[in-house]
């Protein structure tokens, strides 16, 4: 019998920095994949792989044999990352941010298809020389709720989609198209090459880019969490058609 081998796609890892009132490996740095983003890339023949943060040439060896990057939600960007200061207690990580524009960089540099998630979308925008909102609350206090603490990922609204887009085609059969939304932070420039695929229909909020360095899909980011549309059942659009178009740029001839 014929065994494909498996699809290896690179997931960037949180951090739990250093703690020393954390009860477990306080001194130590973790790095964690949120399950249900592991869930989510692992469609048929595709293994999830978490990067950790390593030394450069170790890093390189390991996306060598990698096939696409990921980048998964977590904590705010720091706004020194895009080229501003804090304007609150919004400080972010920047560590993370170091650690996820070099990856983006190596995947990039190799040719290979990204895909940012939440966070992932808004590092892609400050990898491309873009800017962020550093609190909607604050700076954009007529958009409407998108983040709350207790009902997390079942905050969600309507998305618009540009008209003759790759996302508006890739969601043709979609209709009053809604996404969860969780996040605080927002793209407020968006980055050099980067092409809206969609808005906020309350507040037009960016919502999804892609870039115009190659074909549509294999770098794209989007503001929401497809990983977590099962927690609506089909309230929410189809989330495994934006997975899927980023793995059709997997190259399979290995």
């Known amino acids: 019998m014929y065994l494909y081998a498996m699809i290896k796609i690179g997931v960037s ?7 020393l ?35 450069h040439a170790e890093k390189l060896a390991m996306i060598n044999e990698m096939d696409g990057l990921v980048l998964q939600g977590g904590v705010d960007l720091a706004p020194e990352t895009y080229g501003e200061q804090p304007i609150g207690r919004w400080l972010g990580d920047r560590i993370r941010d170091e650690y996820e ?17 939440c966070r ?24 409407i709720k998108h ?22 085609t890739l969601h043709s059969d979609e209709k009053d198209p809604m996404v969860n939304s969780v996040h605080h932070q927002a793209v407020k420039e968006i980055g050099k090459g980067l092409i809206p695929q969609a808005y906020c229909t309350d507040d037009n909020i960016l919502e999804a880019f892609t870039h115009e360095s190659a074909e549509p899909g294999k770098i794209m980011g989007v503001q929401w969490h497809p990983e977590f549309f099962h927690t609506m059942g089909d309230k929410l659009i189809d989330p495994f ?10 190259k399979t001839d290995k």
């Open 13 to 19: 890892a949180c951090f739990f920095h250093p703690q």
């Open 120 to 143: 992932g979308f808004q590092v892609m925008n400050a990898y491309y020389g873009g800017t962020l909102f550093q609190d909607l609350e604050t700076q954009r206090p007529e958009s």
């Open 101 to 117: 524009l070099e990856l983006i960089k190596l995947f990039l540099d190799a040719g290979k298809p990204v895909l940012g998630i």
């Open 21 to 55: 009132d954390r009860a477990t490996f306080g001194p130590k740095t973790l790095s964690y994949l949120e399950n249900d983003m592991a869930v989510y890339v692992a469609r048929p023949n595709v293994m999830p792989i978490l990067i950790p943060e390593l030394p």
């Open 241 to 250: 058609k934006i997975i899927d178009a980023f793995l059709s740029f997997v």
């Open 147 to 168: 983040r709350d603490a207790a009902e997390y990922d079942h905050v969600h609204h309507s998305v618009r989609f540009e008209q003759g887009s790759f996302f508006e």
